[in-house]
């Protein structure tokens, strides 16, 4: 039954993606990418990953706002011109393989919603779920790897989203375009 | 009135400035519990820090840019972002000096299972990557809203053109 509804949700968000991609106007393309989102927050929560959904969906609001204020502007409200054949024939034989290749490794898998400590006892998981409270106090097991037993990947994380911050703000501010004879963009 | 006049023309009207005033109050409130608790409940330091962004995004669009500017103006977000990132470095860095050589040692004491002021170094993390991410997310929306961006300030910061 929910994995019915995480089909037809999953569904959902494919046939926004596309509308996404093939629309010409811009502020349908957003709202697609909206729906896109939003529909992956609630398969998230479905799947009761709360963590996930909670950023999924605070991210989303955040995006399309700043979508909608700086990408859609007043004069500009559809793509214009032509669209390219190869590059679509391109992209379609790309998904195409993709999808055969993700099927593929799908029917490797275990089945959906099994652990994988059914099959490795010694996978480091389960020490996490049974040692998490006790070696970390934090009593959320997500927190517990994302700052204790990954602390690694986080602190990776937070320098690349400041490296990342400070590259778009050194592009965007307007110094940037001034050189000693004058402005570039006047 | 006047007062009100002109700032309806940077923002929107004075419903949506009314209903922003007392809804943004409980989103900042709902963005720092989301961070102070996330090592017992589910978000986090990266999802408080993009719910208060969306406090301070609320407020942009309801009072202009202007109003973003004044309560939390780009430099002073500049230099939020660094210190965050910064506070989580020393954090992380601190491990090998007094948890004995590696980085994440949680060395402080634990405390009492499943409360607010548990859990050592997990907490502070947490606020440091709210605020880092706090500050970098309000710095993406003014540099991206507000791209007229000029060398104004005092001390060299720099502020948004208000001028479109």
Known sequence: MLMNLI?????????????????????SAVIAMGVV????????????????AITQVVVEVLLLVILIRSAVRREVHTVEG???????????AFVA??????????????????????RAPDAP????????????????????????????DTLGEATVLFTAIVGAVALLRRECRRTPHGRVGD | M????????DGMSLIVGTVTHWVCAFIMLYGLYIAAYGHLTPGGGFAGGVILACGFMLMMLAFGKKRLGKSLSLG??????????LFFWLLAAAGILLGGGILFKNFLPHGER???????????????????????????????????????????????????
Not at chain 1, 83 to 92: F, H, I, N, T
């Open chain 1, 82 to 92: 032509g669209r390219s054949v190869p590059g679509a024939a391109l992209a379609v």
């Open chain 1, 125 to 152: 998981a389960i020490t996490y779920v049974e040692r998490g409270l006790e070696d970390t106090g934090s009593g959320n097991i997500v927190t517990a790897v994302l700052l204790d037993y990954r602390g690694y």
């Open chain 2, 114 to 164: 499943l409360r607010l002021w548990s859990a050592g170094i997990i907490p502070l993390c947490n606020a440091a990557i709210a605020l880092k991410v706090m500050a970098s997310l309000v710095l993406v929306l003014g540099a991206l809203s507000a791209l007229r961006v000029t060398a104004g300030g005092k001390d060299g910061e720099f502020v948004t053109d208000i001028e479109e």
């Open chain 2, 76 to 85: 002073r977000a500049s230099v939020l972002d660094c210190f965050g990132a």
């Open chain 1, 7 to 27: 089909v037809v949700l999953l569904m959902f968000v494919t046939v926004g993606a596309v509308i996404a991609i093939w629309t010409r106007d811009l502020l």
């Open chain 1, 97 to 118: 393989v993709m999808l055969v290749l993700g099927v593929i490794a799908i029917r490797e898998l275990d089945p959906f919603g099994w652990p994988l400590e059914k």
């Open chain 1, 37 to 52: 989102g939003f529909t992956r927050t609630v398969v998230f929560v479905l799947l009761r990953a709360p963590d996930v």
């Open chain 2, 2 to 9: 006047e007062e009100l006049a002109t700032e309806e023309r």
